[in-house]
Each structure stands twice: as C-alpha cells, then as structure tokens.
C-alpha cells in the first residue's frame, strides 16, 4: 500500500503542484475574491488532486514511451510500474470529484463552464481517444490550458471583471505556458518517435521548436507591457525564459536530450520567477 501511494503522488510531480494552485489562488485574490471557502477549496484542488488527474493519467497512458525516457525516475516525474495504473486512474477519479462538486455548488455559470474546459482539457491531453498531447501544436495549446484555466476560474469565480490589463497577463501567461511544453517536448523526441508519439517537436524538429518557444517567449513579453504600472515589470519574467532556452537554439534532433540540462533549469527557475512574482503582486495590492 505504501509502495502504491507513492507512486501515485510520485506521479503527480509534487514539485509543479504550485504551478497550478498558485495561479488559482492568485487570480482570486487580486479579482476581490474574498470566500475564504472557496479559497480554500480551489487552492487544495488545484494544488494535488488536479495534479493527480492531470500526470496520473499520463503516466498510465505513457508508459511505453517513459521506459524509453532516460529522464524518468527523479523530480520529472516517475516510470509509473503498470501494477499501479488501475490504483492511479481510481485514485485521479475519487480525488477529484468530491473538489469539483464542491467547486460547481460554490460557483457560477461562468466559473463551472472555465472549470469544465479546464477538466476536459486535462483529460484530452493524455487519454485514449483524444490524445491532444499527440497532435502537433494542439499539444502546446492544451498542456497551456492546463495551467491558465486554473488562473481565468479564479477570476471568474471571485466575480472579477476582464479589463484589459487582466486579457493581457492572461495572454501572456498562455504563451509563456505554450513555449514551455514545446521547449520541455524537445528533450523527447527519441523516445516520443521510438514509441510512437507525435508532438510539436517531433513534427517541426528541435531547432525550429526551440526557436518557436523563444518567440512565444517574447511575445509573451510584449503582452505584460500592456498589463499596466506595476505589472508590466513582469515583462522581464518570460524574457528570462527566452534567455535560458536561447543557447539550445540550434540544437539537431539526434542530440535532443541535451535539452533537458534546460528542463532542469526551467523547473527551478519557475521557484526563482514565482518569488519575483509573488514580490510584486504583493506591492500591485498594496498599492491598488
């Protein structure tokens, strides 16, 4: 039972659980949200049982290609043992529908609606049938999904209004977000075409996704600029992305895991950019 439990949570990637309770709880408060409930609830959700459901089902239904993944086994997430798949789909199941039934009752017609693509969206990505995470550019548009919509149900769920300022960090941050799984897709192109799986990487190569990630990247940039004083200093977050992913601008597809020494580095830098953030979100409240 011990061995089953973690790898269920090993699973889930507890290092990137604040990568999607964080937007959440962010987005609530600076929208006025003040439902200490709801607060609570979303922030648990989107912190593990949302992760569980998201990398669970993954990993299920990745297994083939992550035996081939030599980065597999650490903080990027487990080799999920195929003894444990049926315990992590029940385990997804039951740890989400008490929280979305929760989340529905506390909510509006507008938040259930974003909190329903948000779920779909998690499910598309890696489940038979669907498989968004294998279809080129879809891919990258979906795995954003997944870390935005936790962000635009906190506001809508607060009742917060969408002014131009709020359109333009969403928008950045969906770039930011779409940059990423494209940039974090090039370390995997061996083992993705060996097993099968297409991506944005697979299908466009590792030097034309890394320098597509580095223009998302500074798109994302020039979005903040529009996100009003003090936000727009934010601008420099995705530009600090753009420079980390810069120097594997010409990398060839048959050295494609040389990128994961940029993976490693995105997967900290997200702790450093997040502190920043929080820095100045503090002083953005302080000062509204």
């Known amino acids: 039972m011990r061995a089953g439990f973690a790898q269920v949570i090993g699973s889930s990637r507890p290092l990137s659980w604040i990568n999607t309770a964080y937007p959440f709880a962010a ?12 607060l609570v609830v979303g922030t648990v959700y989107f912190l593990i049982p949302y992760n569980v459901l998201m990398y669970g089902i993954n990993d299920v239904f990745d297994y083939e290609s992550d035996l081939r993944n030599p ?39 507008w938040s259930d609606l974003v909190l329903a693509i948000s779920v779909f969206a998690v499910v598309a990505y890696s489940a038979p049938g669907l498989r968004f995470k294998e279809r080129p550019v879809l891919d990258s548009l979906t795995s954003s999904t997944h870390f935005v919509s936790p962000a635009v149900f906190g506001v809508t769920l607060a009742g917060g209004s969408f002014t131009g300022p709020v359109l333009a960090v969403l928008a950045a941050y969906f770039l930011w977000g779409a940059a990423s799984q494209a940039f974090g897709a090039v370390q995997d192109i061996t083992a993705d075409r060996g097993a099968g799986i297409g991506s944005i990487a697979t299908a466009f190569g590792a030097r034309r996704t890394v320098r597509l990630a580095m223009a998302g990247y500074a798109a994302a940039a020039v979005l903040m600029l529009g996100a009003g004083w003090p936000g727009n200093l934010a601008a420099l977050v995705p ?4 420079v980390s992913v810069a120097p594997f601008r010409n990398l060839t597809d048959e050295r494609c895991e040389d990128a994961n020494r940029g993976w490693r580095r995105f997967l900290w830098l997200n702790l450093v950019m997040g502190f920043l953030v929080t820095q100045l979100l503090i002083v953005m409240a302080l000062t509204s």
């Open 239 to 242: 530009a600090v992305y753009l």
């Open 71 to 109: 980065r597999k086994g650490g903080v990027e997430g487990v080799v999920l043992s195929d003894r444990w798949h049926r315990t992590t789909l029940w385990a997804a199941v039951l740890s989400n529908v008490p929280f979305l039934v929760a989340l529905v009752w506390l909510g509006t017609g």
């Open 27 to 38: 987005a609530f408060l600076l929208a006025g949200g003040d439902h200490v409930v709801a």
